[in-house]
């Protein structure tokens, strides 16, 4: 998993609580990315960055935020928890900046999230 | 945009043989392939750029034909630890760094 670390493992929100999921990586890589995985759905892009303080939205970044002030980190926050949020997120990281560098990335162990 | 693979899934005896397919409505500049566990993350297997090139190690390898925006896995001699789920992530380039996957390929093992 390249040095990702993603934490917490479980959550258990109530609908309308706000929570952050956090990413961290210790090898300086660039590229830092947001999925979500539901049955059925594959994985789904929320948020990337290829850089601090750059941040570009994927294919589903309604009710998330995030930023990337440090290159080690990359938070994602849901400002308001709904059910439909229940899923795995899995933060991605790559070496370098751009995908079409061949950059390989790599996937955390994942957060299990559930929205009550 | 979600590119497609197919077929969603598939069974086979140990020693068998299997492709999977992926394919894209947009012209790409590289494709990524993950096998997944379940309860597990996506592992990397390979990386495919622009070029028609064609990759492999062990007995699994793959190919990109960029015409037909097009993708293949191709897993010989399958063995019970190829079992899993299958992900091909596409790249279209032109700026976007959006690694965008399909919804996976569930691939069984047996006996």
């Known amino acids: 998993n390249a040095g990702v670390t993603q934490t917490p493992k479980f959550q258990v929100l109530k609908t309308g609580q706000s929570m952050t999921l956090q990413c961290a990586q210790d090898m300086n890589h660039e590229y830092m990315s947001w999925y979500r995985q539901d049955p059925g759905m594959g994985l789904r892009l929320i948020h990337y960055?290829?850089?601090?303080?750059?941040?570009d939205q994927g294919e589903v970044p309604n009710g998330y935020n995030v930023s990337r002030s440090t290159t080690e980190d990359f938070p994602l926050r849901l400002l308001s928890a709904a059910p439909s949020q229940t899923s795995v997120y899995f933060c991605a990281v790559g070496r370098r900046k751009f995908l079409s560098s061949g950059n390989t990335i790599y996937f955390g162990e994942g957060s299990w999230l559930t929205v009550v | 945009q979600q590119p497609v693979q197919s077929p969603q899934a598939v069974i086979l005896r140990e020693g068998e043989d299997a492709v999977i397919n992926c394919s894209s409505s947009?012209?790409?500049?590289?494709v990524h392939w993950y096998r997944q566990k379940h309860g597990e993350a996506p592992v990397f297997l390979m990386i495919?750029?622009?070029?028609?090139e064609q990759k492999g190690h062990d007995k699994i390898s793959a190919s990109f034909n960029e015409k037909k925006q097009q993708s293949s896995l191709y897993l010989t001699a399958s063995q019970l630890s190829y079992s899993g789920t299958y992900f091909c992530?596409?790249?279209?380039?032109?700026?976007?760094?959006?690694?965008?996957f399909g919804k996976g390929t569930k691939l069984t093992v047996n006996p």
């Open positions: 960055s290829v850089g601090a303080g750059i941040t």
């Open positions: 495919l750029l622009k070029g028609g």
């Open positions: 947009k012209a790409l500049y590289s």
């Open positions: 992530g596409t790249e279209k380039g032109g700026g976007s760094e959006k690694l965008v």
